[in-house]
C-alpha cells in the first residue's frame, strides 16, 4: 500500500470558493457539456422515474437497477436502466435528484434530474462522488453539482462545478505539490471539504480552513494535523458541521475523528479493522454518513453487510443491509444545524 499525503481543506462559503452564485443551467433540449452547448446522449438512457425517498434510505446501483435498502434488510426497486460499468452515485437532499459517474476510462458524469430526464453534465478521469451544494449567498437557491476531476497524463485534480455556462473550474488556493482529489459535504448545504492529495514525504492530513472573507479571494489557514494514511477513507457528514473522518496510518484499524467546523475539539470516537481487497490488500474506503449519529462502513467484523458505526458509544453492529460491488449512496433530509 503507499502512503497518501492529504489534506482536508474545510470551506466555510463556496462564494468565496469560486462559486459565482448562479442557478444550475435550465433543463431543456440541448445538453450542456463541459461548457459547450452540445447534443450528447447519455449512456443509462434519457429519463428516470424520479424518487421521493425517505431519509436514511440508502442508495445502491449495480449498474443496472437502481435499489432502495432500509436498514432492517427490506428493499425495492427504483429502476432498470441501461447497463453501464463502474457507477458512482450521490443524491440531493431527498432524493429528488441525483448524479451518476459512469464509465471505466474516461467517465461522464450524469444528472438525474427532478423532473425525470437524465442529463449529461460532463466528461472527465472522475472517480469521487460528486455533492450537491448551494452558494452560501443564496441559501433558498437551487442546488448545483460540485465534483472532482484527475488529468490523465499529469495526475493533477481540479475543483469543478456546474454553472449557467455548463461546467466550470473553481479556484482553490493550493501549496507547491498541491491537487484536489475529493469533495465532500452536508448534501444542500453551503460548506464543503475538499481533500487535497499533497505529493510530498513526510505525507500528512490536515483540515484547511477557509476564512471566507467578502470580497476577497480564499484564505486557507491549516489549524489541524492528522498525519499519514494509507487508506483514503471517504469523509462522512453527519451534519453541516460536523464531519467522521477515517485514516490508519499504517495500522490494522481504521481511527474514527469526528472533526467540527465549529471551532469544538477533535475527539476520536472509535476504530474498526476494515474489509480488505483480496487482489491488492487495500482497504474499502466506504464510510457513509446515515444521520447525525450513525455511519455505515465496511467492517471486517461483519465481511458481508454493511456495519453500523454509533458515534456516541464507538459501538459497531451488523446491519442487514448486504454489502455489493456498485455504487451506494445515503438520502439525507434538510438540517438546520448551526454553531
Known amino acids: 500500500m503507499r502512503a497518501l499525503a492529504v489534506l482536508l481543506a474545510l470551506c466555510l462559503g463556496l462564494s468565496a470558493c469560486g462559486s459565482d452564485g448562479a442557478a444550475p443551467a435550465p433543463t431543456g433540449a440541448r445538453i450542456t457539456a463541459g461548457g459547450n452547448s452540445a447534443p450528447a446522449s447519455s449512456p443509462i438512457g434519457v429519463e428516470w422515474p424520479g424518487a421521493d425517498l425517505r431519509t436514511g434510505t440508502v442508495l445502491f446501483d449495480n449498474g443496472r437497477r437502481l435499489v432502495a435498502y432500509m436498514l432492517d434488510g427490506t428493499s425495492r426497486l427504483i429502476w432498470n436502466h441501461l447497463r453501464v460499468t463502474s457507477p458512482v ?150 451534519t453541516p458541521n460536523r464531519v467522521l473522518v477515517g485514516t490508519d496510518r499504517g495500522e490494522t484499524a481504521v481511527m474514527l475523528t469526528l472533526w467540527s467546523a465549529c471551532g469544538d475539539p477533535a475527539e476520536r470516537v472509535g476504530s474498526y479493522t476494515p474489509v480488505r481487497s483480496g487482489a491488492d490488500g487495500a482497504p474499502k474506503p466506504d464510510v457513509l454518513a446515515l444521520d447525525g449519529g450513525h455511519a455505515l462502513v465496511m467492517s471486517a467484523a461483519h465481511p458481508h453487510v454493511w456495519s453500523l458505526f454509533t458515534v456516541r458509544t464507538g459501538q459497531l453492529s451488523a446491519s442487514a443491509i448486504p454489502f455489493r460491488p456498485g455504487g451506494w449512496t445515503v438520502v439525507r433530509g434538510p438540517s438546520r444545524v448551526r454553531c
Open 89 to 238: 452515485i450521490a443524491a440531493a437532499p431527498n432524493a429528488h435528484e441525483l448524479t451518476y459517474i459512469v464509465g471505466r476510462d474516461r467517465q461522464q458524469l450524469l444528472h438525474l434530474q427532478p423532473d425525470g430526464r437524465v442529463r449529461v453534465v460532463g466528461s472527465a478521469s472522475m472517480w469521487e462522488p460528486p455533492v450537491f451544494l448551494r452558494p452560501p449567498s443564496r441559501p433558498s437557491a437551487q442546488t448545483r453539482i460540485y465534483y472532482t476531476t484527475q488529468s490523465e497524463s499529469t495526475g493533477n485534480g481540479a475543483l469543478m462545478m456546474q454553472t449557467t455556462r455548463g461546467t466550470e473550474k473553481v479556484p482553490v488556493n493550493l501549496r507547491g505539490g498541491e491537487s484536489p482529489l475529493m469533495v465532500t459535504g452536508y448534501p444542500g448545504s453551503a460548506r464543503a471539504a475538499l481533500t487535497l492529495l499533497r505529493k510530498a514525504q513526510p505525507p500528512v492530513v490536515e483540515f484547511v480552513l477557509d476564512q471566507d472573507l467578502p470580497g476577497a479571494s480564499s484564505t486557507w489557514a491549516r489549524f489541524l494535523s492528522m498525519g499519514g494514511s494509507d487508506g483514503l477513507y471517504t469523509p462522512a457528514w453527519l
